[in-house]
């Protein structure tokens, strides 16, 4: 019984734990649209967003997009009004739905850049490979 009673302790002591990072991860909202793509695309596409940024950079969420048949998305990083590399490839979850990848996380560079507002997520498509619509992330 006393075994129970202090791993009950460890257990509860945990959840702390695990709701303090929760509570200190950060919760960004984003809109997706094809006028912000460089270069701007015409489409009637958009998409919207929560992702979720932990402290240490584990990254989590996902995007829902109406208007557009998706073939990949990506978090990217540069800042609006530029192109730049992926560095957080998405997952096809559901039809018009594109998720984080468990074990997703970012650099401390990568973390700098997010707070800087130097990172977005785009969809792309067969019509507009390099993307179709666009959102920067803004923590």
């Known amino acids: 019984m006393k075994m129970h009673h202090k791993t009950s302790k460890?257990?509860?002591?945990l959840c702390f734990s695990l709701a303090s990072l929760t509570v200190c991860a950060q919760s960004i909202k984003v809109t997706l649209a094809g006028s912000q793509e460089v270069p701007p695309v015409s489409?009637?596409?958009?998409?919207?967003?929560?992702?979720?940024?932990?402290?240490?950079?584990s990254v989590?969420?996902?995007?829902?997009?109406?208007?557009?048949?998706?073939?990949?998305?990506?978090?990217?990083?540069?800042?609006m009004g530029q192109n730049g590399?992926?560095?957080?490839?998405?997952?096809?979850?559901?039809d018009s739905v594109w998720s984080v990848p468990a074990g997703a996380k970012l650099t401390d560079a990568q973390l700098q850049s997010?707070?800087?507002?130097?990172?977005?997520?785009?969809?792309?498509?067969?019509?507009?490979?390099?993307?179709?619509?666009?959102?920067?992330?803004?923590?």
């Open 10 to 13: 460890a257990l509860v002591g």
């Open 43 to 57: 489409t009637s596409a958009s998409g919207m967003g929560s992702i979720m940024v932990s402290p240490d950079g």
């Open 60 to 79: 989590s969420g996902s995007v829902t997009t109406t208007g557009v048949d998706g073939t990949m998305a990506h978090i990217h990083e540069a800042p």
């Open 85 to 94: 590399p992926v560095i957080v490839p998405f997952a096809k979850t559901a």
């Open 114 to 139: 997010l707070k800087s507002g130097n990172l977005y997520i785009n969809v792309h498509s067969a019509a507009n490979k390099g993307g179709e619509i666009r959102g920067q992330l803004k923590p």
